[in-house]
């Protein structure tokens, strides 16, 4: 069974910055690319960021090229999410998961973050 568990999320001013931190139990995570997703009230979920299981090859969707950064630590079976330069629109629950996310990998409760005006 694998699971995830987001954190690092909260209310900060646009312009400010937060590191979101994703733990992850099971192999699967080493293996695979993972990624970081996002929904905003009213909207589907969307893929911001992905990184390859060796960390090495990165992907962002166009609104936070440049301002988010991936990473992570396969020793720790951790995914962050460096968010710069915030803004209102990117208020959202942000979740991890593999890419693609598998039917049989549940999702996480994710971790909210408010970006103020």
């Known amino acids: 069974q694998v699971q995830l568990v987001e954190s690092g999320g909260g209310l900060v001013q646009a312009g400010g910055s937060l590191r979101l931190s994703c733990a992850a139990s099971g192999t699967i995570f080493k293996i695979n690319t993972m990624g970081w997703y996002r929904q905003a009230p009213g909207k589907q979920r969307e893929l911001v960021a992905r990184?390859?299981?060796?960390?090495?090859?990165?992907t962002y969707a166009d609104s936070v090229k440049g301002r988010f950064t991936i990473s992570r630590d396969n020793v720790k079976n951790t995914v962050y999410l460096e968010m710069n330069s915030l803004k209102p629109e990117d208020t959202a629950d942000y979740y991890c998961?593999?890419?693609?996310?598998?039917?049989?990998?549940?999702w996480g409760q994710g971790t909210h973050v408010t970006v103020s005006s």
């Open positions: 990184i390859d299981n060796g960390g090495r090859s990165t």
């Open positions: 998961n593999t890419v693609p996310a598998y039917s049989f990998v549940s």
